[in-house]
């Protein structure tokens, strides 16, 4: 387990975590109630480094972060009550760049509570949860270069009821429709609606799923 601790200073009480992304010998965790990303060792389950652990607005801090995800270059952080998702380079984890800005109205570079961002492919691909859509910036030039949804909230092809959680890779582009009791996909390439599951699609039914992962 994760929660305990042998030194105060270094490895403190986990707190309402909400995600956790492995990569390589490195767990990371976002522990979302301290306001903080904590990095483990995969085989001795030590805390090794934490960004955050303070409330706040700048570079170094977090408001309840609620997704984190690893590509070869940086580490993606959704500040959730702070609607931006917050980069790291690595491997030393450094600040480089946020995305997003508080919204309410479907602005462009808007986010509303922003769960988590996938890179894959030269975009990412944000779960902007609150706005009831996939938000996809590119991420060489950070320019908008598209999304998913944004509509209604009723049972369309491209509508959601809060953007809970997405995943993406070659096989399409899965956005958890939490309200709504399924889990949709899309392909990568175009968008194109593939289908859905649960609430009795597919001979699956979820009650508000909250995460998804593929292998």
């Excluded at 009723?154 to 899965?174: A, E, H, K, P």
């Excluded at 956005?175 to 990568?188: C, I, L, T």
């Excluded at 390439?189 to 593929?214: A, E, K, Q, R, W």
Aim: glycine letters at 10%; proline letters at 3%; one cysteine or more.
């Amino acid at each position: 387990q994760f929660n305990g601790a042998e030194d105060s200073t270094q490895y403190r009480l986990m707190y309402q975590p909400t995600d956790v992304w492995v990569d390589g010998d490195t767990i990371y965790v976002t522990n979302t109630k301290l306001h903080e990303l904590r990095l483990f060792d995969k085989t001795t389950l030590k805390s090794t480094r934490r960004l955050g652990g303070a409330m706040g607005t700048d570079d170094a801090s977090f408001n309840s972060p609620q997704g984190v995800s690893v590509s070869a270059t940086n580490v993606y952080v959704a500040d959730t009550y702070n609607n931006r998702i917050k980069v790291f380079t690595r491997p030393d984890l450094s600040f480089s760049f946020l995305l997003g800005s508080a919204s309410t109205s479907m602005s462009v570079l808007g986010l509303a509570n922003p769960k988590t961002a996938i890179e894959y492919k030269g975009l990412i691909y944000i779960a902007d949860s609150n706005e009831n859509r996939v938000n996809i910036f590119n991420r060489s030039n950070k320019i908008h270069h598209g999304a998913v949804g944004g509509g209604a909230t009723t049972f369309g092809d491209y509508n959601f009821n809060v953007v809970s959680d997405i995943w993406v890779d070659d096989s399409g582009l899965y956005v958890v429709d939490k309200y709504n009791n399924r889990v949709q996909k899309y392909s990568p390439n175009n968008f194109t609606y593939m289908g859905s599951f649960g609430i009795g699609f597919g001979g699956v039914t979820l009650y508000t799923p909250d995460g998804i992962c593929v292998s």
